[in-house]
């Protein structure tokens, strides 16, 4: 029996603490470096038999606004984050002439989730998306209407 992968989003992630880089603490770094970017790296490697046997594979790896333009005190969130990008620009790259998979990342945006909530203590979530509310574009990257779209840098909102 031929097993296969249709598609993945490697989604876990890790807030950590908002504070300056010169003060962030070194066993958080790591942490959130092995959630937020070597996991993803990891179970995309190997999987990446099973997503090379489809005939139409979409890994949809999950930045934000903070990893593509880097902000004061977000230190390991944003640069795990834009070492997302990074990392998928160079696997669509890689990937490109001799598979059928596409790689593209996705920044959900400010969406209302219990990471947002601790991130934005003051900010009231009714006025946020739910997760489910922002899942279009999820669907549309995963889907047919996708096929041959690859290194791009999508915003759910």
Do not use: C
């Amino acid at each position: 029996m031929l097993f296969r992968s249709d598609g993945l989003i490697p989604n876990a992630s890790l807030l950590g603490t908002l504070t300056p880089m010169g003060q962030y603490d070194i066993e958080q770094w790591y942490k959130l470096m092995q959630v937020n970017l070597n996991a993803p790296f990891i179970l995309t490697q190997v999987t990446l038999d099973l997503l090379k046997v489809s005939d139409d594979t979409s890994v949809i790896f999950t930045s934000s606004s903070v990893g593509r333009t880097g902000r004061a005190y977000w230190g390991a969130y944003a640069v795990s984050k834009a070492g997302n990008e990074s990392m998928m620009e160079i696997w669509s790259d890689e990937l490109a002439d001799n598979t059928n998979i596409r790689m593209n990342t996705m920044n959900p945006g400010a969406t209302r989730t219990a990471m947002r909530a601790k991130a934005y203590p003051g900010e009231d979530p009714n006025s946020l998306p739910k997760p489910d509310e922002i899942v279009n574009t999820y669907l549309y990257l995963l889907g047919p209407d996708s096929k041959g779209v690859t290194g791009h840098k999508f915003d759910a909102q």
